[in-house]
């Protein structure tokens, strides 16, 4: 995921650095005994671990409307008009439909079709009618119906995903919808900077990672250097 700012090692995942030591125990156990369970336990970690990313960059990307106005969170901020409330409400009908049709296990609440491509283009942004509340209360209710998915089956159990009209398994899934959340998430972060400098993954991830304006505004002249003596000409076209 791309956040604003290098990363600090306390906003690091939950449980990754122990994970791959998990696993490092987990493959010498598999050379050493050749136990066939083993491939089950590698599994288990698999799915753990997916599974305990997709919880926190779900949080990752609904923090972004902490704070903000309702105009903010809701104003188009690229000339394609993303915005974080779109991202939210898009990120939550996507998810739905992945870890609920796709096994068998529709999402209890409507949804709109995902061959309506009216409905479809309407999940990027929120109307003035759809409350902040509305979504991210949306958006945690599929939470859990997809944490109960997943906990539900085996990393293997087999789905069909009626738009890519293709047969997957649920840790194909699983990694198409960490990845997409991942995605917009780093979508959030570069738009939450824009508006008011916050960045990081936590909400208690310190203001400008610790560093005041007058550390990144020296930073940003250091890279803005590099790049004009990189492309000289291309640098004199562009307003200092």
Partial sequence: MRFAGPSTDHERPPRARSWFRRVASVGAYCAADG????????????KE????????VREALVWKLDGLSEYDIRRPLTSTGTNLLGLVKHSAIAEARYFGEVFGRAFPEPLPRWDDEAADEAAFWATEHETRDDIVGLYRRVWEHSDATINALAIDAPGYVPWW?????LFNIMVHVLSDV??????????????????GLLVQSEPGHGHDSTFWEARRAQIEQAA?????????SQPR
């Fill in 182 to 199: 991942t995605r917009h998430a780093g979508h959030a972060d570069i738009l939450r900077e824009q508006l008011d400098g916050a960045v």
């Fill in 35 to 46: 136990v066939a369970d083993s491939y089950a336990m590698i599994d288990s970690f698999a």
């Fill in 49 to 56: 671990h997916l599974h305990d990313h997709l919880r926190w």
């Fill in 228 to 236: 004009r003596a990189a492309d000289p000409a291309g640098a004199a």
């Fill in 165 to 169: 009209r293709e047969e997957v398994q």
